[in-house]
Structures are given as structure tokens and as C-alpha cells.
């Protein structure tokens, strides 16, 4: 029975550099602090790190499959509180869980954590979707 | 710095810009979705990002897109987007401030099918000092 409260299971996605060059094709943003190391280096960041949006499209599809499809989900939004850094030759973990926030007319909003390597990386992280 | 004068200000843009399954198939994949009949909730962002981008870093305008970083998204969907929508997009300027020497500028994304809201899509991008 879903209601206020009710915990989501929790899903690991990785994330590799391979991953970074595909998103980059895949959404047109070729930012190369998310592609090259010594240009990531060069404007004071400790590595490569991930698309924000990237982040947010793994947590999208974690909320689609609780929604039962992407038709399903109404809003979302995140605020980017953290970098998601990617060594090279790493996998490296995003933890995605989710809590029932509020169920009003057959709509479900869901607080949602991400975390990378233990840090909290999106903050505010909520969804609303039909169910 | 942004152009201050550019606050509330709309670029329609005119183009209709039809989406490619194969756009979509490139996106799932790389999520690990297996349903490609819907493009996945974030996926406008690669309209959005591409056009507001051409729109703030104008010479009037004036935001210095190289020390960008991305504060926070949000979407609204009213309607999945599918493989063969010819969409077309808005974006505003909703507001701009400057915290700590950093500029914060808001940009709405209104997505419109056929003259129908699709997807509304707030970006908050921060300009590093």
C-alpha cells in the first residue's frame, strides 16, 4: 500500500567516462569539463565531473519506473548541490532513492535523494507523477 | 554581466524543430531506458540548453557562458514528447541578481506543440566570479 511515508527501493546507477561521451552526443552539451581532464583541471575542478543533467536523467528514469513509463511524470526538479566527479577508469556510484511525500488526486509527489560516493549530490530533488 | 534591461524579456523562437526517434533511441540508451516510444523527462533539455544559450551569450545580452555552471532545473510535462513532434520553443528571462560577485539568471523554456504547452522547463545558471 503506497502512502505518506513509504520509503522507495533504492537503485545504483554508475557512471563512467564512456558514459560522459555518450550523454554529451545524446543531449548537444559538449562542456569539455565533462570530457577532458586537463581542461576540467585547468578551471579549478579536482576531475572530469558528470552533467548535472545527466545525474538528473538517471534520476528521471528511477522516478519513470515507479510511475510505471515517462508519460507518467508530471514535474521535476533538482538544484545541483554537489559535482559528481569521474575519475578515469572508475565506476562511479549514483544512489537514488525516493520517499512518498504527498498522494492528492491520484497524483504521487516523491522526495528524492541522490547521493555519489556518500555526498549528497542534488538538493530539493522532488517529482510528481501519475500512478 | 548580464544586460540587466534583458529581465522579462521573451525570445520566441521561430524554427519548428522536429524530434528524431533516433534522438530519442541516443538518449535512452545511455540512461538504460527500454520504452523509446516516449522521450524520457529530461530530454528537452538538449532543445532548451542549445537554444538559450545562443540567446544569452548575444552581445547584447551578455552572460559569459564559459564560467557557467548549472544551479538548478525543473520541468513541467503536459504532454510526452514523441518522435515526430515539431516543437517549438520560447525562452524567457525571469529573473537575474548578482550573490557573492556571482551572477544567478532563470530562464523559462515554454515548449509548444501546434500552439499547445508541452513542457515548461525553469533553468537556473550561475556565473561564477
Known amino acids: 500500500m503506497m502512502e505518506v511515508g513509504t520509503v522507495l527501493p533504492e537503485q545504483i546507477f554508475f557512471i563512467n567516462r564512456a558514459m560522459l561521451t555518450s550523454y554529451a552526443d545524446a543531449s548537444g552539451d559538449q562542456n569539455p569539463i565533462h570530457q577532458n581532464e ?16 545527466l545525474t538528473m536523467a538517471l534520476v528521471g528514469k528511477y522516478i519513470s519506473d515507479f510511475a510505471g513509463g ?42 528524492v535523494s541522490a547521493t555519489s560516493a556518500g555526498v549528497k549530490v542534488l538538493g530539493m530533488a522532488k517529482a510528481v507523477v501519475r500512478k | 554581466m548580464l544586460n540587466p534591461d534583458s529581465v522579462g524579456r521573451t525570445f520566441a523562437g521561430t524554427d519548428v524543430i522536429t ?9 535512452c540508451a545511455v540512461i538504460g531506458e527500454t520504452d523509446t516510444t516516449i ?14 544559450e545562443e540567446i544569452l551569450t548575444q552581445p547584447e545580452i551578455g552572460l559569459d557562458w564559459s564560467r557557467l555552471v548549472h544551479g538548478d532545473q ?28 556571482n551572477e544567478i539568471v532563470t530562464v523559462r523554456s515554454d515548449l509548444h506543440r501546434d500552439g499547445a504547452l508541452v513542457i515548461s522547463a525553469w533553468s537556473t545558471l550561475v556565473v561564477r566570479a
Open chain 1, 38 to 53: 586537463e581542461f576540467a583541471l585547468s578551471v579549478g575542478l579536482p576531475n572530469v565531473i558528470a552533467h548535472g543533467m
Open chain 1, 70 to 111: 515517462a508519460a507518467n511524470v508530471l514535474e521535476f526538479g533538482a538544484r545541483f548541490t554537489k559535482p559528481v566527479i569521474i575519475p578515469a577508469g572508475e565506476n562511479v556510484d549514483l544512489t537514488v532513492s525516493a520517499t512518498v511525500s504527498e498522494i492528492v488526486d491520484g497524483k504521487i509527489s516523491l522526495t
Open chain 2, 19 to 27: 524530434i528524431a526517434q533516433s534522438e530519442i533511441d541516443a538518449f
Open chain 2, 39 to 52: 522521450a524520457p523527462p529530461t530530454f528537452s533539455i538538449r532543445i532548451t540548453l542549445t537554444q538559450f
Open chain 2, 74 to 101: 525543473k520541468f513541467e510535462i503536459f504532454s510526452p514528447v514523441k518522435a515526430g513532434d515539431g516543437l517549438t520553443c520560447a525562452a524567457t528571462i525571469e529573473s537575474y541578481r548578482v550573490a557573492a560577485g
